[in-house]
């Protein structure tokens, strides 16, 4: 990637406020349920989950998975690889997994079901960004920030060849950068 800032795609006070909205949104959800656990997927999620979780008014707790999409390119190929599971009990537990983008769908889809087995009270879903043209499976994104097109973004988490994740902001990969 070329030495220039990525374009501006959203900036960095949208995503403030719309992740303020959401952690209103979560906490009141969540006021009457005990035991929240904020599941986060590396690597791209670790700025949202950190920005959202700081916001909530209710206690929660942290957990990280990781996994990894075989295949090749940019997409997820749909066999998603658990690589670290959660290291605390979340057994009877009330489950949110926080994902920086849904693209197809594969790797939340694979989530939900793999932390099902785990036997928690509820699993929801919370996505900064979501690529709803993209999507190839069904899965329901319950918190969201924003729908986006079909670009390469990068930013608040978001990388491209690991670069750029700590921008504040969401930007775009032009094609001639990649
Ligand atoms: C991204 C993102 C999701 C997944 C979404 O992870 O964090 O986990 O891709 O894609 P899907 O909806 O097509 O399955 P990535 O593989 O880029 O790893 P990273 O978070 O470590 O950057």
């Known amino acids: 990637m070329k030495n220039e800032a990525p374009e501006v795609l959203i900036s960095e006070e949208q995503i403030q406020l719309r992740v303020a909205e959401i952690a209103e949104q979560i906490s ?3 006021s009457r349920a ?5 599941v986060g997927v590396l690597k791209g999620s670790f700025i949202f989950l950190a ?4 916001k909530l008014s209710i206690p929660r707790t942290i957990e990280f998975i990781a996994v990894s999409s075989y295949g090749s390119g940019s997409r997820s190929s749909g066999a998603v690889r658990l690589v670290m599971d959660v290291r605390g009990n979340i057994e009877g537990k009330h489950v949110l997994i926080v994902e920086d983008i849904v693209d197809t769908g594969h790797t939340l889809k694979y989530l939900i079901g793999m932390l099902k087995s785990h036997r928690p009270a509820s699993v929801k879903t919370a ?3 979501r690529k ?3 999507a190839e499976v ?3 994104t319950d918190y969201l920030g924003f729908d986006i097109g079909d670009e390469w973004v990068v930013g608040y988490g978001l990388d491209f060849a690991e670069q750029n994740r700590t921008l504040p902001y969401i930007g775009i990969v032009k094609p001639t950068d990649r």
């Open 34 to 38: 005990e035991d929240l656990v904020m």
């Open 138 to 140: 069904e899965v329901t």
């Open 132 to 134: 709803a043209e993209s």
């Open 28 to 30: 009141e959800d969540y």
């Open 51 to 54: 920005d959202l979780s700081r």
């Open 127 to 129: 996505a900064l960004v």
